[in-house]
């Protein structure tokens, strides 16, 4: 009763104040590239809507069909064995010639291969599988969809590459953008020797364990199939990077774009955190050790940084050097050995899961990572072009800053920057800061 009252006020001082308020349920992201995913995992189907993409876009079902192909189970003996084709059907949107009208996109994939009674005829029914979210929806909702766990399933996130395959042909039409993920850790077993200006998805998808590494990816894989033959499953790192993504996306001082980026990340199912650029190691180095120097490329003449520590994005924005993030996935939840836990009642009980499972979410997981990327990506491309490219910046050339990162130029090239530049000459600069 207490909290009913809380909100009443809480209601009744947002009205006084012509404040609208409105409750969030937590299943759309986004703000101008907006996206609502629905469905659960055993119900008659899975989709998104999609909302304000950009008319005169040409888009294929094929297109989006081929994320799908990459994140659809049943692709290997490390993933789970469910048998979904994931065939994607494009409801609106778009006009006879596949050309998006400017209207919402709604996109289905229908349910074909749910075994519900793998859930229902059984003690999972009741018992709350340890570390799934069986028990927090229950606490939530009061009410359960005990069938491959409903909303909290990976299948939710079939919504989202679907809808991240449209961001991604945005981003590459804009600015050349690409975005590639790859397994860069399984438990233990890591590989540091991947070039993130270089590596292609084929490079990624040549291996089961979709490590482009193939000797750490064959270390890899024997770890999976130890502990996949054991009923139990392992977490890793899927390595994520954005090339081509131009300088000035973000802004402060809650949007900044790793902010947006973290919170896209920690949304999919089963992961557990998130870095950019030098991360949690980067705190082993002094200053010193971790600033990226700029420098004047000779060949574009446009500001670039020496080294890419900070994953490209200083300050909340983007300095248009490779984004390089890293999101931390755990072991799936529902595993194939004995666990304690207690019904919905309160008993305690031990509990064997039962179905189909991934031992290991990663390899599915990088279509996942590159689809919220793109679709945050897109987002601030288009909130970018609303606020500050509007109206052109017509000041003169010399009173406006120089070009920065990989895809930049500066007018007149680089030959006219090096004739204004003293590099021999110190500067000394003075910052009081909080």
């Given amino acids: 009763m207490k909290f009913i009252a809380t909100s009443l006020l809480l209601l009744e001082a947002a009205s006084s104040l012509s404040i609208p308020m409105s409750m969030g349920v937590g ?57 979904e084709a994931d065939a994607v059907e494009i409801l609106s949107g778009l006009n006879p010639e596949n050309i998006t009208i400017g209207t919402p996109i709604a996109m289905l994939v229908r349910n074909k291969d749910q075994r519900s009674t793998d859930y229902l005829d059984n003690d999972m029914k009741v018992a709350y599988r340890p570390s799934h979210a069986d028990a927090t929806y229950d606490a939530k909702y009061g009410v359960r969809a005990i069938a491959g766990g409903g909303r909290s399933s990976a299948r939710e996130t079939i919504g989202r590459v679907a809808a991240g395959a449209i961001a991604r042909k945005i981003l590459h039409k804009y600015n050349g953008i690409e975005i590639l993920g790859y397994v860069s850790k399984v438990q233990d077993i890591e590989t540091k020797n991947v070039d993130h200006d270089t590596f292609t998805v084929e490079d990624v998808d040549k291996n089961i364990v979709r490590c482009p590494d193939e000797e750490v990816a064959e270390k890899m894989l024997e770890r999976i199939d130890e502990i996949r033959t054991t009923g139990n499953s392992i977490g890793g790192v899927v390595t994520c990077i954005a090339r081509n993504v131009p300088a000035g996306l973000g802004g402060p001082v809650f949007d900044k774009l790793e902010a947006d980026l973290a919170k896209a990340c920690m949304s999919i199912p089963a992961a557990k955190g998130f870095e950019v650029g030098s991360g949690f190691e980067g705190t082993l180095l002094s200053g010193k050790e971790h600033n990226d120097e700029f420098y004047i490329d000779p060949e574009t003449g446009a500001t670039r940084t020496k080294t890419n520590r900070s994953g490209g994005i200083q300050g909340g924005i983007s300095n248009g050097e490779n984004i390089v993030i890293k999101v931390a996935f755990k072991p799936t939840s529902t595993i194939g050995q004995k666990q304690g836990t207690v019904t919905r009642d309160g008993q305690e009980v031990e509990l064997r899961g039962k179905g189909r499972h991934d031992p290991c979410v990663l390899p599915r997981a990088i279509p996942m990572v590159e689809a919220m990327v793109a679709l945050t990506l897109v987002d601030h491309v288009m909130m970018q072009v609303a606020q500050c490219e509007l109206f052109p910046n017509e000041a003169p050339m010399e009173l406006q800053p120089n070009p920065m990162g990989t895809t930049a130029h500066r007018e007149g090239g680089p030959a006219v920057f090096a004739a204004e530049s003293k590099p021999d000459k110190a500067v000394s600069q003075r910052v009081d800061e909080e």
């Fill in 27 to 83: 299943n759309s992201f986004g703000r101008t590239f907006r996206i609502s995913t629905w469905g659960e995992s055993h119900g008659g189907g899975v989709g998104v809507v999609l909302d304000g993409c950009p008319p005169r876009l040409e888009i294929t079902r094929e297109e989006i069909q081929k994320d799908l192909d990459r994140r659809r189970p049943g692709q290997s003996r490390i993933t789970t064995p469910r048998n």
